[in-house]
C-alpha cells in the first residue's frame, strides 16, 4: 500500500517533537480522543498513593491549582476489567506476545503561560495483580533526555497515550461516532417516510451509517475476523470495552454545550476543537431551527406529529433497551426548541464529532512512540530505572504497526458520498497540514 505524501509526512513531524510535554498537552487538546478532558475540583482515591512535586506546579500546591481551576484529568476507566490481548500476536509476528491493558490516568496542569502540561501519571496493572505505580515529570534543570528519569517519564506517558488510543478507537469512535449513530438511523428509517421534512433533513446525515457499520461487524470487529484485535490491546476483549463505555453513556453526552460546561474546560487556552465544536453546533442548531419552524408552525404539532414521537420512542425501547431510563433519551418532545435541539445533537455526532474522532488517526497513530496501539512487555515497576533498550522493545513490532498504518488510512479517508455543506479550503485548525475540504 502505497501512502499519500501528505499524510505520510504527518506522523513524521510528530515524531519531531513528541516527547515534550507541551506536546503531549497539546494533543490531548486536539488530537483523536479530546473529548476525555475534565477538571479537577478535588483529587479521587486514585491519586492517594502519588505527590505530585511542586516544581511542576510552577512551585504552587496541589490544592491551590485546584482552587485556581488549573488541573485537569484524563481517565481510562473504560479499560476496567478488560484483560490483556495479543491472541493473534504469533499469527503476526511469529512469536506470542501478551498485549498489556493498563489502566492509566493522568493529571495536567495549565501553566502560567496557558500551556497544558502532565504532572502525573498513573498506571495499574491490575490484570496481574500490581500495585498502582505513579510517575512525574523530571525535575527541569535536568536536561539529560537520556538521563532515566527523563526516560522514564516518556515510558509512563508511552503506557498513558496506549490505554487512551485504546478508548478513542472502542469507546469513542466506534461506539460512540458508529454504534450510536446507527441507533438513530434505524430509528428515521423505520418511521418516517422519505416525504417527512424530518427524513429530507437527516438524510444526508444518516445515508451511509448502517452498511458501514455492517461492513465493520463483517470484517472489522467480527468474533471471528476481528481485524482491530490484530493490533490493538484491547481489541481481543472490545465487547467489555463497549459494555463499560455505555455504563456512563446518556442522551446529555451529546448535548456538547452543556457537556463541555460539565467538564469544566470552558476556558482552557488552546481548545479549538472544543472551539470549532462550538461553533459547527451553533451554525447547525441555528440551520434546524428554520427548518424546524418551517415544518411545524406551533409546537403543538410538534406533539401532534405521530411518525416523529415514534422515531424518539424507537430509540428509547429497541435502540436503548435495557439502559436505565432509555439512557436519558427523551420519550416525548413536545416543543419545537427541544426537537431543534435532539436533531442537533444527532446530526453533531454523526458529522462533526465523528470527523474529530476518526480523521487523525493516521497522524498520531503511526509514530508508535507517540501513541503505541499496544505494549508487548510489563509496565515499570515505581521507580524502576527505565533504559531506551525496554522502551524499544516494548513498542509494537513492525507487522502490527503495518497493519495499524493500513486501517487508519483506509478509515481516515473521505467516502465518495460524503458532502461538505459547510466547505471551505482551509486547513483544519486542530491538525498539522488537515485536508482540503470541498
Given at each position: 500500500?502505497?501512502?499519500a505524501?501528505?499524510a505520510?509526512?504527518e506522523?513524521?513531524?510528530?515524531?519531531?517533537?513528541?516527547?515534550?510535554?507541551?506536546e503531549?498537552?497539546?494533543?490531548?487538546?486536539?488530537?483523536?480522543?479530546?473529548?476525555?478532558?475534565?477538571?479537577?475540583n478535588?483529587?479521587?482515591?486514585r491519586?492517594?498513593?502519588?505527590?505530585?512535586?511542586?516544581?511542576?506546579?510552577?512551585?504552587?500546591?496541589?490544592?491551590d491549582?485546584i482552587?485556581?481551576?488549573h488541573?485537569?484529568?484524563?481517565?481510562?476507566?473504560?479499560l476496567?476489567?478488560?484483560?490483556?490481548?495479543?491472541?493473534?500476536?504469533?499469527?503476526l509476528?511469529?512469536?506470542?506476545?501478551i498485549?498489556?491493558?493498563?489502566?492509566?490516568?493522568?493529571?495536567?496542569?495549565?501553566?502560567?503561560?496557558?500551556?497544558?502540561?502532565?504532572?502525573?501519571?498513573?498506571?495499574?496493572?491490575?490484570?496481574?495483580?500490581e500495585?498502582?505505580?505513579?510517575?512525574?515529570?523530571?525535575?527541569?534543570l535536568?536536561?539529560?533526555?537520556?538521563h532515566?528519569?527523563h526516560?522514564?517519564?516518556?515510558?509512563?506517558?508511552m503506557?498513558f497515550?496506549?490505554?487512551?488510543?485504546?478508548?478513542q478507537?472502542?469507546?469513542?469512535?466506534?461506539?460512540?461516532?458508529?454504534a450510536?449513530?446507527?441507533?438513530?438511523?434505524?430509528?428515521?428509517?423505520?418511521?418516517?417516510?422519505?416525504a417527512?421534512?424530518?427524513?429530507?433533513?437527516?438524510?444526508?446525515?444518516?445515508?451511509?451509517?448502517?452498511p458501514?457499520?455492517?461492513?465493520?461487524?463483517?470484517?472489522?470487529?467480527?468474533?471471528?475476523?476481528?481485524?482491530?484485535?490484530t493490533?490493538?490491546?484491547?481489541g481481543?476483549?472490545?465487547?467489555?470495552?463497549?459494555?463499560?463505555?455505555?455504563?456512563?453513556?446518556?442522551?446529555?453526552?451529546?448535548?456538547?454545550?452543556?457537556?463541555?460546561?460539565?467538564?469544566?474546560?470552558?476556558?482552557?487556552?488552546?481548545?479549538?476543537?472544543?472551539d470549532?465544536?462550538?461553533?459547527?453546533?451553533?451554525?447547525?442548531?441555528?440551520?434546524?431551527?428554520?427548518?424546524?419552524?418551517?415544518?411545524?408552525?406551533?409546537?403543538?404539532?410538534?406533539?401532534?406529529?405521530?411518525?416523529?414521537?415514534?422515531?424518539?420512542?424507537?430509540?428509547?425501547?429497541?435502540?436503548?433497551?435495557g439502559?436505565?431510563?432509555g439512557?436519558?433519551?427523551?420519550r416525548?418532545?413536545?416543543?419545537?426548541?427541544?426537537?431543534?435541539?435532539?436533531?442537533?445533537?444527532?446530526?453533531?455526532?454523526?458529522?462533526?464529532?465523528?470527523?474529530?474522532?476518526?480523521f487523525?488517526t493516521?497522524?498520531?497513530?503511526?509514530?508508535?512512540?507517540?501513541?503505541?496501539?499496544?505494549?508487548?512487555?510489563p509496565?515499570?515497576?515505581?521507580?524502576?530505572?527505565?533504559?531506551?533498550?525496554?522502551?524499544l522493545?516494548?513498542?509494537?513490532?513492525k507487522?502490527?504497526?503495518f497493519?495499524?498504518?493500513?486501517?487508519?488510512?483506509?478509515?481516515?479517508?473521505?467516502?465518495?458520498?460524503?458532502?461538505?455543506?459547510?466547505g471551505?479550503?482551509?486547513?483544519?485548525?486542530w491538525?498539522?497540514?488537515?485536508?482540503?475540504?470541498?
Amino acid at each position: 500500500m502505497g501512502w499519500a505524501k501528505e499524510a505520510a509526512l504527518e506522523p513524521m513531524k510528530i515524531a519531531k517533537i513528541f516527547r515534550s510535554d507541551e506536546e503531549f498537552g497539546r494533543q490531548m487538546l486536539c488530537g483523536p480522543n479530546a473529548f476525555q478532558i475534565r477538571k479537577v475540583n478535588s483529587l479521587e482515591a486514585r491519586w492517594s498513593g502519588g505527590a505530585i512535586p511542586a516544581y511542576a506546579l510552577e512551585g504552587k500546591s496541589v490544592q491551590d491549582a485546584i482552587r485556581e481551576g488549573h488541573l485537569f484529568e484524563i481517565t481510562s476507566d473504560d479499560l476496567t476489567g478488560v484483560p490483556h490481548g495479543g491472541k493473534f500476536s504469533k499469527d503476526l509476528t511469529g512469536t506470542k506476545q501478551i498485549w498489556y491493558v493498563v489502566l492509566a490516568d493522568c493529571l495536567l496542569y495549565q501553566r502560567n503561560d496557558g500551556k497544558l502540561v502532565p504532572v502525573q501519571i498513573r498506571l495499574e496493572n491490575r490484570n496481574d495483580g500490581e500495585p498502582a505505580t505513579f510517575w512525574a515529570p523530571p525535575h527541569p534543570l535536568l536536561t539529560d533526555l537520556d538521563h532515566h528519569k527523563h526516560l522514564a517519564w516518556l515510558y509512563a506517558k508511552m503506557w498513558f497515550r496506549c490505554a487512551d488510543a485504546n478508548v478513542q478507537i472502542f469507546s469513542k469512535h466506534l461506539a460512540r461516532a458508529h454504534a450510536t449513530n446507527e441507533v438513530f438511523a434505524m430509528a428515521v428509517y423505520r418511521n418516517l417516510p422519505n416525504a417527512h421534512p424530518i427524513f429530507r433533513l437527516l438524510q444526508p446525515h444518516i445515508q451511509g451509517i448502517i452498511p458501514i457499520n455492517v461492513q465493520a461487524r463483517m470484517f472489522l470487529i467480527n468474533p471471528g475476523k476481528n481485524i482491530l484485535s490484530t493490533y490493538t490491546a484491547a481489541g481481543d476483549h472490545l465487547a467489555k470495552v463497549l459494555a463499560n463505555h455505555y455504563k456512563s453513556f446518556s442522551y446529555q453526552d451529546l448535548i456538547l454545550p452543556e457537556e463541555i460546561n460539565r467538564r469544566g474546560v470552558d476556558e482552557i487556552p488552546d481548545y479549538v476543537l472544543r472551539d470549532d465544536i462550538l461553533s459547527y453546533w451553533d451554525i447547525l442548531n441555528r440551520y434546524i431551527r428554520s427548518m424546524v419552524d418551517l415544518a411545524y408552525p406551533t409546537d403543538e404539532d410538534v406533539a401532534k406529529d405521530s411518525e416523529m414521537q415514534n422515531v424518539l420512542t424507537d430509540v428509547v425501547e429497541v435502540g436503548f433497551r435495557g439502559f436505565p431510563n432509555g439512557a436519558g433519551f427523551p420519550r416525548v418532545i413536545s416543543g419545537k426548541e427541544k426537537l431543534a435541539e435532539y436533531l442537533t445533537a444527532i446530526i453533531v455526532n454523526i458529522s462533526v464529532f465523528h470527523s474529530a474522532v476518526n480523521f487523525q488517526t493516521f497522524t498520531y497513530y503511526n509514530f508508535a512512540p507517540n501513541s503505541p496501539i499496544c505494549m508487548s512487555k510489563p509496565p515499570p515497576k515505581q521507580d524502576e530505572e527505565i533504559t531506551m533498550d525496554r522502551i524499544l522493545k516494548s513498542l509494537p513490532d513492525k507487522e502490527i504497526l503495518f497493519i495499524c498504518m493500513a486501517v487508519c488510512y483506509v478509515l481516515g479517508r473521505y467516502s465518495p458520498i460524503e458532502r461538505f455543506y459547510l466547505g471551505s479550503t482551509r486547513r483544519t485548525s486542530w491538525g498539522y497540514s488537515g485536508r482540503t475540504w470541498q
